[in-house]
T-cell receptor, first 114, second 108 residues
Framework: GGIITQTPKFLIGQEGQKLTLKCQQN?????MYWYRQDSGKGLRLIYY???????QKGDLSEGYDASREKKSSFSLTVTSAQKNEMAVFLC?????????????FGPGTRLLVL | GEQVEQLPSILRVQERSSASINCSYE??????FPWYKQEPGENPKLIID?????ERKQIQELIVLLDKKAKRFSLHITDTQPGDSAMYFC???????FGGGTRLTVRP
């Protein structure tokens, strides 16, 4: 078995602030994902990475940067937080992008921008 | 990018009846179709999935059907219980694009 951890669990920021969210997995999975989920809505892909130092943009990449420093970690940066923004950011990982392997989710980081 | 359409967005059924959720996708290369259940305050949890080499899969009261020709797949919950009330998401494609979700309510 394995686990995905996300830090912090809660993040309160100020408008215009740069905010970084971190994700670690010990599955030894190749592919990692960052999704955003707004209240009552579906998940939208921000970035994903198929291996260390790889980055692929999702549909929602504008306003975000990401970094895959090593296989086990994938960080997401909100480049300029928007006032009253409130969402959950979910990290996920999967052994291989194309071969139908199960995707596992972390517990999420809840963001609130004042 | 890849679009996954999920319908209906809201579904209310009576306890012990069936509930069906349908998804359609665009990427003909998609080979993996998971379904997730998400309860309030929780992250999505995989409940069942189907790969492109199958047309039907069943785990207890959950049935998934895949029609690759039509690029559609569906989740059927038979004998629904109030505990099945939640948001359900389908996903598809190499990037695992998610559908918009279905809020299922099972009335006692």
């Amino acid at each position: 078995g394995g686990i995905i951890t996300q830090t912090p669990k809660f993040l309160i920021g100020q408008e215009g602030q740069k905010l970084t969210l971190k994700c670690q997995q010990n599955f030894n999975h190749d592919t990692m994902y960052w999704y955003r989920q707004d209240s009552g809505k579906g998940l939208r892909l921000i970035y994903y990475s198929i291996t260390e130092n790889d980055l692929q943009k999702g549909d929602l990449s504008e306003g975000y940067d990401a970094s895959r420093e090593k296989k086990s970690s994938f960080s997401l940066t909100v480049t300029s937080a928007q006032k009253n923004e409130m969402a959950v950011f979910l990290c996920a990982s999967r052994r291989d992008r194309g071969l139908g392997d199960t995707q596992y989710f972390g517990p999420g980081t809840r963001l609130l921008v004042l | 990018g890849e679009q996954v359409e999920q319908l209906p967005s809201i579904l209310r059924v009576q306890e012990r009846s069936s509930a069906s959720i349908n998804c359609s996708y665009e990427d003909s290369a998609s080979n993996y179709f998971p379904w997730y259940k998400q309860e309030p305050g929780e992250n999505p949890k995989l409940i069942i999935d189907i790969r492109s080499n199958m047309e039907r899969k069943q785990i207890q009261e959950l049935i998934v059907l895949l029609d690759k020709k039509a690029k559609r797949f569906s989740l059927h919950i038979t004998d629904t219980q109030p505990g099945d009330s939640a948001m359900y998401f389908c996903a598809s494609g190499a990037k695992l694009t998610f559908g918009g979700g279905t809020r299922l309510t099972v009335r006692p």
